[in-house]
């Protein structure tokens, strides 16, 4: 059973810094491709970034700069540092996982961690 655990959310003030983690069970972090997702209230979710198999990392292009995508193998845990985070980065954060397994994709989300940015 595939289990992704976000963690490291919480209130910050704008400017300042947070990383979050995503543990995953039942999965490897390297053996798919690993994303951030994020949902504002009232808004749809929306990419963050993502880290493929491979290394390779792409971003939306309103977060180049600010936020970076990593992993750790060993850990099993799929890091998100944000910087110099802005009010508007206030939402639910959601690790996301898609994996090829055979003919099949399997997609994996958890189940958030709410990071809030106070002005």
């Known amino acids: 059973q595939v289990q992704l655990v976000e963690s490291g959310g919480g209130l910050v003030q704008a400017g300042g810094s947070l990383r979050l983690s995503c543990a995953a069970a039942?999965?490897?972090?390297?053996?798919?491709?690993m994303a951030w997702y994020r949902q504002a209230p009232g808004n749809e979710r929306d990419f963050v970034a993502n880290i493929a198999s491979a290394g390779r990392t792409n971003y939306a292009d309103s977060l180049k700069g600010r936020f970076t995508i990593s992993r750790d193998n060993a850990e099993n845990t799929v890091y998100l540092q944000m910087n110099n985070l802005k009010p508007e980065d206030t939402a639910v954060y959601y690790c996301?996982?898609?994996?090829?397994?055979?003919?099949?994709?399997?997609?994996?989300w958890g189940k958030g961690t709410l990071v809030t940015v106070s002005s």
């Open positions: 039942g999965v490897r972090v390297s053996s798919g491709t």
């Open positions: 996301y996982a898609e994996l090829l397994n055979g003919g099949a994709t399997l997609r994996y």
